[in-house]
Nanobody, 115 residues
Framework: QVQLVESGGGLVQPGGSLRLSCAASGKIFSINDMAWYRQAPGKERELVAS???????NYVDSVKGRFTISRDNAKNTVYLQMNSLKPEDTAVYYC?????????WGQGTQVTVSA
């Protein structure tokens, strides 16, 4: 069984930074795409950033230039460095991994951007 465990969320002031981590464990041979999604209250879950096994990245327009996704394949871990945070970035952030064509999700970590 595969588990994804996120860490790194919290409360930060506007303009601040946070780094999220997500470690996958269990019976893992190879992870294809990894990604971060977020869901704000009253809104649908949206893709924030994704990264392929080969390191190709993709970002939603609202975070381009502020967020950076990266991964350590040896550690089965994906990161999201978030800089210049804005109140509208407040949401629960979820890690996603595609393993053997199956989607796995973490339980989510709360990010709150507020003065």
């Amino acid at each position: 069984q595969v588990q994804l465990v996120e860490s790194g969320g919290g409360l930060v002031q506007p303009g601040g930074s946070l780094r999220l981590s997500c470690a996958a464990s269990g019976k893992i041979f190879s992870i294809n795409d990894m990604a971060w999604y977020r869901q704000a209250p009253g809104k649908e879950r949206e893709l924030v950033a994704s990264i392929t096994n080969g390191g190709i990245t993709n970002y939603v327009d609202s975070v381009k230039g502020r967020f950076t996704i990266s991964r350590d394949n040896a550690k089965n871990t994906v990161y999201l460095q978030m800089n210049s945070l804005k109140p509208e970035d407040t949401a629960v952030y979820y890690c996603n991994a595609v393993i053997l064509n199956q989607n796995y999700w973490g339980q989510g970590t709360q990010v709150t951007v507020s003065a």
